[in-house]
Every structure is written in C-alpha cells, then in structure tokens.
C-alpha cells in the first residue's frame, strides 16, 4: 500500500503549481514572489530577530496553511471538473492509497516550499547581520519549526481534501475552504477581543510559561485536530458514491 501512496502522491505533486508545464511564467513568477517575501523581505526586516525569538514561527506558519488547503481543494474537485475522477477510482488503487496519497502530496508541497523560505531566510540574515559568526535557529526553535510546519501542512492538506470531496466545484471548494479557514480563526478573533483587564491577567501567565511548555501545547493540539480531520475524511471518503456524482 505503501507503493500506491507514493505513486498517487507522485501523480498529485507533477499537477500542483510550480510543476506543470501549462502557464509556467505565471507559476514560476508566484514562487519568486513568495520567496522573495518569507525568505528575504520578512528576515531582512527582522534581523537577528527572525532568529534569536518566535518571531518566525506565525509566517512560517501561515504560509504552508494558505498555499496547501486552496491547492489541495482542487485534488478531487479538480478531478471531477478534467473528467479524470473515474478513471482513477475505477483504477486498482484502494480508497486509503488515493486518499493518503493526495494528503500526502500536500504535506510534501506545503513543507518544501516553507522548508526553502526558512533555507532562504538564514542566508539572508546571515548576509545582513552575520557579522562574520554564523546565525542560526536555537535547537528548540529549530525542532519547533519543523514541528510546526508539518503539523500545519498535514492540517490544511486534510482539510483541503476533505472540503474538496464533496464540492462540485473548484471554486466551490475554494469558498467552502475560505469559510472553514475563517472558522479555525475564530479563536484568534475571540482573543483579540477579550477585555483589556483579562488580556493583562492571561498575559503573564503566557510570558511566565516556558516555550517548550507552549510547544508542546501546541503541538498536542495540532496533531489531535490533524487526527480529527484525518478520521473525518476516512469515514467521508465513499468510492462509490464518488462514482456515481
């Protein structure tokens, strides 16, 4: 089963942007730009910051997130609208090959291109502010960042696929994904919102918390809702019935 994973996340990473030979200037031109933006504009601004603190850690974060999930909604929307769909379900590969296989091309895609802007942001600070001495993550942020990046791809490739299912569309699936994103933000806007006095209560708590405590935290968290989510798209993920929409 292995092998089919592989092969079906093969298939999937030579179809996402970046890779296909249709509007390649445009594809090529979008990847610069990010590059340019998470791997030299952002550190270059930041300075030793961008690695001395947790500052990278929301970009790096939001990155994979915004580019796997309105990518992989396409992975069976996408599918269904080329007329391929069939043929691949009506292929030998099992439900668990082709649906961990599209997971998995998301995960691939989302970490690499965010593992290449981090490759890029410590040689552009190392440029700015090396100063002859070799600037680089603390182990703890470093294994944290990886931490971060493959739990946040795993997350939104999920749940890419999972809006991607059902939509009869690929913009469907794209308004489907933008209206679950919003909901997952929903924590952040409650906790902008909270009163100042609770704010100064919680925030000490925060700083006195050590981040490996928060890591961990976090981490927990993330992987649970990935299970979650992982659990939901088995139990949705219906061959046939797949087949006869």
Request: proline share 4%; glycine share 6%; with cysteine.
């Amino acid at each position: 089963m292995i092998n089919d994973i592989l092969t079906v996340a093969m298939k999937e990473i030579k179809e996402l942007p970046y890779l296909r030979k249709d509007n390649s200037r445009t594809n090529l031109f979008t990847l610069i730009v990010l590059l340019s933006v998470f791997g030299i504009l952002l550190p270059w601004h930041a300075g030793k910051e961008w690695v001395q603190s947790l500052l990278s850690m929301l970009p790096c974060a939001w990155l994979p997130f915004m580019m796997v999930g309105t990518t992989m909604a396409d992975s069976f929307a996408g599918e269904r609208e080329r007329h391929t769909l069939e043929t691949l379900l009506a292929s030998r590969l099992s439900d668990r090959a082709i649906l961990f296989g599209k997971i998995l091309a998301g995960i691939l895609y989302g970490a690499g291109i965010t593992f290449l802007c981090i490759i890029l942001s410590l040689v552009t600070v190392n440029l700015v502010d090396g100063q002859g001495g070799l600037l680089l993550f603390p182990i703890p942020i470093a294994l944290g960042l990886v931490i971060l990046v493959l739990l946040v791809s795993t997350l939104a490739s999920v749940l890419g696929v999972l809006v991607s299912l059902r939509a009869a569309s690929v913009r469907q699936a794209l308004q489907t994904f933008t209206i679950a994103n919003a909901v997952l933000l929903i924590p952040v806007l409650v906790i902008s919102l909270l009163h100042p006095a609770l704010l100064a209560t919680i925030t000490p708590f925060i700083l006195k918390t050590s981040f490996i405590s928060l890591a961990i935290g976090a981490g927990v968290g993330l992987t649970l809702l990935d299970v979650i989510l992982i659990l939901a798209t088995l139990a949705r993920f219906k061959r046939a019935k797949l087949i006869l929409d």
